[in-house]
């Protein structure tokens, strides 16, 4: 089967744990930058990458890569890519996006305009037609320069992949599902071992915990663009990846799953979601201050994503809220506690220098994972 080259761009810094994820499924990486990954996929890969990648954005089909200063050479290098291999006659393709960094040419809209004519004319040599009816199947192009440098592929995913279709209520600042699934990759916890999220909104940590927990695939419950590719991916390639997703699945682990919030509306948007995840079974929600965090068990894991006053209003109650999260720590001492926020002064308050920070960007949004590390409880030594 024909092996392509596709790209997951992904939060940048996580970079790594994107990486893992695809040497695990199975496929080479080709190539690690800021923000994606490129690795070797035939169509079976292209299903099982949107099916089962829990951080990727979304899943592109690489057509090109190559230099472009000029709107004249973006022009020429576009007309030579072997865009026949990828487009029917009768598809229908668009120029979605177009972005542009540190680059000579930086009109997205230009880009967009020229990329688009430069397609037609080698679709028109290579069809022999004069005429596009653009009533097949969607194949929307993107392109990104960085450094004068343009990739190009075809977006096989559609709808971004941190859209699982569970999360049709949502909080003021919430956590993207693939941001908070790679944060959790990031930390030692496992589907069973206790976790509490003492902020957990409209609980996008706690469900995608137990997500994990019950090896549910992200993609599992939702469709992509590409399902309509005959000319480039079988049905019987997506009716395999959601196969084994079911396959896979045990909705019957044991968990300790906790989800806190002070509002009660935003439980109960909560509750609602992780209905939707179909693993509301696998995680309590409670409204509850974070003044009120304790647990009986000795070892455990807090991660979260707690306010950090992006509004004026609310940056005079930060102090005392991260005060409030130190003392919770503190009860806890033994547990081990992660925290995504923006507030660049939550060690000061929290009143304790983090093991470990790692800075990340959510969005355009500087963030940092503040990580501070418990002790790891007596005959989990060797398996953590």
Known sequence: MEVFELIAPCHFGLEAVLKRE????????????????????????????????????????????????????????IKALPWERYLP???????????????????????????????????????????????????????????DEAVVGIDTSGLSLHKRGYRIRSSKAPITETLAAALLMLTPWKGDR??????????????????????????????????????????????????????????????????????????????????????DHLIHFQARPVSGLRHPKKYGFVITNPPYGERLEEKSALPELYREIGEAMARLDSWSVYLITGYEEAERYIGKKADKNRKIYNGMLKTYFYQYLGPKPPGRRQSL
Request: charged share 25%.
């Open 22 to 77: 695809i040497q695990d499924l199975g496929y080479e990486v080709s190539l690690v930058e800021d923000g994606r990954v490129t690795f070797l996929g035939d169509a079976e890969g292209i299903c099982q990458a949107n099916v089962f990648l829990r951080t990727a954005e979304r899943v592109l089909l690489q057509v090109g890569r190559f230099k472009a200063v000029t709107f004249d050479e973006l022009f020429e290098q």
């Open 89 to 147: 006659a009768d598809g229908r393709f668009w120029v979605a996006k177009a972005t542009s960094v540190k680059s000579r040419l930086f009109s997205p809209s230009d880009i967009q305009s020229i990329v688009k004519k430069a397609v037609v004319e080698r679709l028109k040599t290579q069809y022999r037609v004069s005429w596009f009816p653009e009533d097949g199947a969607e194949y929307p192009l993107r392109i990104t320069f960085l450094k």
């Open 194 to 279: 206790i976790l509490v999220d003492p902020f957990c909104g409209c609980g996008t940590f706690p469900i995608e915990a137990a997500m994990m927990a019950a090896h549910m695939a992200p993609g599992m419950n939702r469709s992509f663009t590409a399902e309509a590719w005959a000319n480039l991916v079988p049905k019987k390639n997506w009716y395999e990846a959601v196969t084994e997703a079911n396959d896979l699945l045990d909705d019957t682990a044991a968990t300790d799953i906790q989800g806190y919030d002070i509002d009660p509306a935003m439980v109960k948007a909560a509750r609602e979601n992780a209905r939707d995840a179909g693993v």
